[in-house]
């Protein structure tokens, strides 16, 4: 099994999400897969329709894979889109598919696919200059969440108590909006400083993990403070988490469930969901479950070693000697 992870920054541990590209570097090492990360900027993006398989990285071109998986997330570019779509082109399998990193990497566009195929969402706004107090205050109310459209590991997130704050955040806001994108979102009081993140791989739910804030912040992101820990959900919760990852088109996703007085509303769903704290509450090897999981879609049996290079120079050594009708034997030694 042959496997490109695609990822936008340094591979350094105090880079956000690098922890989680080494964790599969690691796996694939373990269950001999050739895995090579590689950065979608450094591409070069040839389409021609007279060609065949084409991908070129740094000057020089990369032999086909069984599979590509994107680790870009909310941050994902225009080129890192058309990289993916290049590929997809050529037949070449996703975890998970541009159409769907595209679609949940934008909140709004994420609420907007999930309220129309009837999965409960907390009530939202678009944020538009300039601010509407009046608005915000009549539909949602206060405490009232706001959101960046485009943010992760909950930053760009905070809650505005009243109209007061609110106020303040809109002055500041309207000073800034050439260049903010923003939502206002119904707080979920019965959820305050907790959640479940489900991690839903090929139509199941295979773990989840209940977070919680430790010093009373209404978020719970294991990456802001937030303590997670081992969860069983309820046969409705699993089913709610699948059925996001199925409307949206997820492959893999990490879906972030609100616990409403109600019952259950949908927080958001990422494409690339971070997983330390899920692997640590839950004993589990995500990368280990995802490639599996590849190998039964793709159908490639459970033992697929790729050939090293010089196994591969030795072969063509041997068949060199075959061919030879010299009469004395040319002997090849393996190096040890």
Known sequence: MYCW?????????????AAEVMRFQQCAAEAGIRLDVLNPRDFELIVDAAEGWSAVYQGRRLAKPDLIIPRTGSETSYFTLAVLRHFERQGVAMVNSPAAVEAVADKLQTLQILSGA???????????????????????????????????????VLLCANREQFNDLATLLDGAHTSADFIFQQYVKASHGRDVRVLVINGRAVAA??????????????????????????????????????????DVAGVDILLDAEGYRICEANSSPGFQGLEKACHISVPHAIFSAMRDRLGLPASVRRRTSWQRLLDSLRNAVRLDSRPTPTTVREPT
């Open 209 to 250: 993990m209940e977070r919680r804030s430790t010093d009373g912040s209404f978020k719970s992101n294991i990456s802001l403070g937030g303590v997670g820990t081992a969860f069983e959900p309820p046969p409705a919760m699993a089913e709610l988490a699948v059925r996001v990852a199925n409307t949206l088109g997820l």
């Open 118 to 156: 009837g999965i409960p969402i907390p009530k939202t706004i678009l944020g538009k200059f300039p601010v509407d107090v009046g608005v915000i205050e009549r539909e949602l109310g206060f405490p009232v969440v706001v959101k960046t459209l485009r943010g992760t590991r909950g930053n760009g």
């Open 5 to 17: 992870l695609l990822f936008h920054r340094e591979l350094r541990r105090d880079v956000p999400e």
